[in-house]
């Protein structure tokens, strides 16, 4: 697996988990008791459906220990004129006379949706690490790509959250 993720996005992940196993646990195995309590195991849906999201909640804390016994950290720190991980970058392009605006955050992390770019895609591993001004090639494969100019970087200030939980 060995994703690469922050120290953030590590602590993150760590409380997650916490959460899960000390409150979520609890309420899901309430759940499960209380719907074995309503009879017939067989033709119980509300039974199955608390064992369903009891086992989902296991799983998912599997899932984010596996990632953060695997996972390489790295630095999200860059200079401030540099574009690195969680910094906003608006990218002109230049085929399509557009200019979107991007958010650079390691793999795990990343969600096209949301203009969240992973540090692994073609737009991410382009653009690291260059400054505003810099006309960047996006390698799509090896004869295709497109050209961008990075037009502002900035740090991402607000520290909100903009995705669910890994």
Same mark, same amino acid.
């Given at each position: 697996?060995?994703?690469?993720?922050?120290?953030? #996005?590590?602590?993150?992940?760590?409380?997650?988990?916490?959460?899960?196993?000390?409150?979520?646990?609890?309420?899901?195995?309430?759940?499960?008791?209380?719907?074995?309590?309503?009879? #017939?195991? @067989?033709?119980?849906?509300?039974?199955?459906?608390? $064992?369903?999201?009891?086992?989902?909640?296991?799983?998912?804390?599997?899932?984010?220990?596996?990632?953060? =016994?695997?996972?390489?950290?790295?630095? #999200?720190?860059?200079?401030?004129?540099?574009?690195?991980?969680?910094?906003?970058?608006?990218?002109?392009?230049?085929?399509?006379?557009?200019?979107?605006?991007?958010?650079?955050?390691?793999?795990?992390?990343?969600?096209?949706?949301?203009?969240?770019?992973?540090?692994?895609?073609?737009?991410?591993?382009?653009?690291?690490?260059?400054?505003?001004?810099?006309?960047?090639?996006?390698?799509?494969?090896?004869?295709?790509?497109?050209?961008?100019?990075? =037009? @502002?970087?900035?740090? #991402?200030?607000?520290?909100?959250?903009?995705?669910? $939980?890994?």
């Amino acid at each position: 697996m060995f994703n690469e993720l922050t120290q953030k #996005d590590i602590d993150d992940m760590m409380a997650e988990v916490e959460h899960r196993k000390c409150v979520v646990r609890k309420e899901l195995l309430e759940d499960v008791k209380t719907a074995r309590a309503h009879g #017939d195991l @067989s033709e119980n849906f509300e039974y199955k459906a608390a $064992k369903q999201a009891k086992n989902q909640n296991e799983s998912r804390i599997r899932y984010l220990e596996k990632m953060i =016994k695997t996972a390489i950290v790295v630095s #999200d720190k860059s200079k401030y004129d540099e574009v690195g991980i969680n910094k906003i970058v608006e990218l002109y392009f230049e085929e399509d006379d557009e200019v979107e605006e991007f958010k650079i955050v390691t793999t795990v992390r990343g969600n096209s949706l949301k203009n969240l770019v992973s540090t692994e895609s073609p737009i991410g591993k382009a653009v690291l690490g260059h400054k505003v001004g810099d006309r960047v090639w996006i390698a799509i494969n090896s004869t295709a790509g497109y050209f961008v100019e990075i =037009k @502002s970087i900035r740090a #991402d200030e607000t520290g909100e959250e903009e995705l669910r $939980k890994f």
